[in-house]
C-alpha cells in the first residue's frame, strides 16, 4: 500500500483516517496504473478536506456502510431501543412524539458528523421556540442530545451541535389551590348520576393522592375499619403501573372527610366483581396480573377510569362551570390536600410530605403547599396560647 491506496487482487481500496478511525472505501476500476494515480489523488483530496474540516462522507462514498451508521436516523431508532429497556410506556410514547414530530422530520436523514451548532441554534430558535413552551422545547433539545453521546460512543471525537444551546424556563407558576369555600361549592353543588365523582374528588381533596392513584384504588387496598389505604399503584395513559417511586408506595391514615368518600363508595362499589388487570412493575418490563375490584368508578361506563383526562374532559370540567369555580384540573385537589395542611398550623411538614409520598419537604413549598390566607387560623392567638403570654 502507498500514499493511502491499496491492492487487494484485482481491486483498490482508499485508506484514510477519520473521526479517530481508519476506513477502508473501494474505488471502482481494476489496479492500472492510471486507476492508482486517480486513487492517489483522490485520498489526497479527501486527506485534505479532513484537515480542513469539510469532509462530507456521504459525497464521496453514498453506499457506505459507514454512511448508513453515521445517518442521525439509524441513531434515533438505536437509543429508542436502549430506551424501551429502561423506561416506562409513557415516558416512551412521550419521547417518540417529540422525536417523530420533531425532531425526524428536521434530521433524520441528515449525517450525524454533518449537522453543525448554528443549525442546530437556528432550528430552535426559528421553528421550535415558536410554537412550543420552553419547557417542550428543552425536553426535545435533550433527547437529541441524548442521541448524540450514544453517537459519540462510536465517534469519539464527533462534536455534538447541542452543546453550549440553553433554553431557560419561566419561574413556576405558585401553587393554585382550592380555597375552602370552593371546595364547599365543588363538593356541595349537586351533580344528578356523578354522585362517584363527587366522592372522588372528596377523597382526592382531603386525601391527596394523585389522580392517576386515586382512579387506581382498589378495594383491595382499603381497611375500613382502621380508616386507611395503601397506594399501591396508578393509571397512566390507559396502563396500570406501580406508583411513581418506591416512597408513593405508601400507607395512609385518612382524614374524616376522605374516610367518608370511601364509605359511600362501599355502597356502590365494594361488591361488585372484580376485574383483573396486568400492573407494570418499576423495571417497566416485568408485568404481573392482579385481580381487584376498584373503589371510584365511572358512572357513565360504570367500570374504572382510563385515564385521568376522562374524568377531567368528561366530568370536571362541567361541574367547576356550575359550581362556579375558577377553573382548575383535577390534579389541584392534590395541591388543596397540601395548601390546606400547610394552612391549618398544627400539621408537622414531614408529616404532609409522607401523606403525599414525597421523599422531602421541599416539594411542598417549591410546588404543592401554599398558604391560604382565608382559610388560615388565628395564628397570633394559637402562639399566644401556646406560650401561655
Known amino acids: 500500500m502507498a500514499n493511502g491506496v491499496e491492492i487487494r487482487g484485482n481491486s483498490l481500496r482508499l485508506d484514510f483516517r477519520y473521526e479517530g478511525r481508519r476506513h477502508k472505501e473501494p474505488f471502482p476500476g481494476a489496479p492500472t496504473p492510471g486507476n492508482i494515480e486517480k486513487a492517489e489523488r483522490l485520498v489526497s483530496i479527501i486527506k485534505h478536506e479532513i484537515q480542513a474540516g469539510t469532509f462530507n462522507y456521504a459525497r464521496y462514498f453514498p453506499d457506505s456502510p459507514h454512511v448508513k451508521e453515521s445517518n442521525f436516523g439509524h441513531w434515533i431508532d438505536l437509543w429508542l431501543d436502549i430506551k424501551r429497556n429502561e423506561l416506562s410506556k409513557s ?24 449537522i453543525s451548532f448554528v443549525e442546530m441554534q437556528g432550528w430552535v430558535q426559528k421553528k421550535l421556540m415558536p410554537k412550543l413552551h420552553n419547557k417542550t422545547v428543552r425536553e426535545i433539545v435533550a433527547i437529541v442530545r441524548q442521541i448524540f453521546q450514544l453517537y459519540r460512543t462510536s465517534n469519539k471525537v464527533a462534536f455534538d451541535p447541542t452543546e453550549g444551546i440553553v433554553i431557560r424556563l419561566p419561574d413556576s407558576q405558585d401553587p393554585d389551590p382550592f380555597e375552602r369555600a370552593e371546595i364547599d361549592a365543588i363538593l356541595n353543588t349537586p351533580s344528578p348520576g356523578r354522585e362517584q365523582e363527587l366522592a372522588l374528588v372528596q377523597f382526592m381533596i382531603w386525601a391527596g393522592p394523585r389522580v392517576s392513584e386515586a382512579i387506581a384504588l382498589a378495594w ?15 393509571r397512566v395513559r390507559s396502563a396500570y403501573k406501580v406508583t411513581k417511586t418506591r416512597r408513593s408506595t405508601r400507607r395512609l391514615k385518612l382524614l374524616k372527610p376522605a374516610l367518608e368518600a370511601l364509605r359511600a363508595q362501599a355502597e356502590r362499589t365494594e361488591k361488585m366483581p372484580a376485574v383483573e388487570i396486568e400492573v407494570t412493575d418499576r423495571d417497566n418490563r416485568t408485568v404481573r396480573k392482579q385481580n381487584v375490584r376498584f373503589v371510584f368508578h365511572n358512572s357513565h361506563t360504570d367500570g374504572g377510569y382510563a385515564t385521568a383526562d376522562n374524568l377531567r374532559n368528561g ?7 356550575a359550581a362556579k369555580v375558577r377553573h382548575r384540573g383535577p ?27 414525597h421523599t422531602s419537604t421541599a416539594m411542598i413549598h417549591q410546588h404543592y403547599g401554599k398558604w391560604i390566607r382565608n382559610d388560615a387560623a388565628d395564628m397570633t392567638a394559637l402562639v399566644e396560647r401556646q406560650l401561655n403570654l
Open 220 to 234: 383491595e387496598d382499603v381497611d375500613l375499619e382502621r380508616g386507611e389505604v395503601t397506594f399501591k399503584r396508578a
Open 91 to 114: 415516558s416512551i410514547d412521550s419521547h417518540e412524539s417529540r422525536i417523530e414530530n420533531h425532531i425526524r422530520p428536521q434530521w433524520g436523514q441528515r449525517q450525524a458528523e454533518d
Open 331 to 357: 390534579n389541584h385537589s392534590r395541591h388543596t390536600f397540601a395548601s390546606q395542611m400547610l394552612t391549618s398550623g398544627v400539621v408537622p411538614l414531614d408529616w404532609i410530605a409522607e401523606q403525599m409520598g
Open 315 to 321: 366530568w370536571w370540567n362541567a361541574h367547576l362551570k
